[in-house]
């Protein structure tokens, strides 16, 4: 009597999720109306994301941006630190709606936008408590299908993540094509850098992830930070990771901070700028904007996030 009691409870739990999901398809779906297919889209996604907060990457993250922009290409970024948005205080543009507004005013993405330096687009995650409540599960679908409409007319999609390895932070770097992260020679830093590596391993991102040394004191620094990330990703992951470059330590960075303009503006022509610059042509060098092998579809990915798969 048992056993027969303890087989219907089984059945019982996987008609229930099997119900759950259908009804997260249907709710998907009345966000996406368009069929969700495995497509080339135009549009390359890439998530910059660090394991903790202090690493300049959201400074990395608008300075990379409008070098991408110089050398020819459509440009949008999204700072998707939601609640703790600074990204139009680094590009000295002021915002007049945030993505909170496309939840509670209906707005589009293209509503919600600025234009920035060198005219790259952005859109910001808002500073507060409203914009904090966005991240729950329910919110994420509108807002990931808002930025896919960015995809017809942009070539990179920059998603300036929050720090650390929450949910919302995770869920935004599986859904981009590849990701970036910012580290720095704090012992801390390269800790939290790897248990983040860890984390989009474990959760099956499939896509490269490219490492940024950032607040070193010099080309060897940078290259000894790499190596020891290296290492320990390789040894315990099996996972190879990609070495983009080194920013050293400079006041030209924290004026650039203290007077709201990206430093690839206000001094294009500095050391730091060039390596940006640099860093920019050699992800570039290994990408194709309109790559014939395109695996998932922005959808696709979406929707593996939804369900919580995140194949």
Known sequence: ????????????????????????????????????????????????????????????????????????????????????SNIEILAGVNMNFTISDIIFSNKDIFEIMSIGPEGIKIISGGSGLKELSLLKDDNFPKLLKEIEKLQSSTDYII????????????????????????????????????????????????????????????????????????????????????YLGYIEKSDLVNNAVRNQIPFTISNPNNSISRKINVMAMNFLGTKSVKDENTKKSFSKRILDIFLGRGE
């Open 1 to 84: 009597m048992l056993i027969i009691l303890l087989i219907s409870l089984l059945r019982r739990k996987t008609m229930n999720d099997q119900a759950k999901n259908l009804r997260k398809i249907m709710e998907f779906k009345s966000v996406n109306q368009e069929e969700i297919t495995v497509v080339n889209n135009k549009a390359k996604v890439i998530s910059i994301s660090s394991g903790k907060g202090g690493v300049g990457k959201t400074n990395f993250a608008i300075n990379f941006a409008i070098t991408l922009k110089r050398l020819g290409y459509e440009v949008a970024i999204i700072d998707a630190d939601i609640g703790l």
């Open 159 to 242: 998603i300036d993540t929050g720090a650390g390895i929450s949910k919302a932070v995770t869920d935004f770097i599986m859904t981009s094509d590849e990701t970036i992260i910012i580290c720095t020679p704090d012992p801390t830093s390269l800790m939290d850098s790897y248990t983040l590596i860890k984390s989009i391993f474990y959760t099956g991102f499939p896509g490269p992830i490219n490492i940024v040394c950032n607040l070193v004191n010099s080309k060897s620094e940078g290259t000894e930070i790499f190596n020891k990330l290296y290492n320990t990703t390789n040894k315990f992951l099996q996972r190879d990771i990609n």
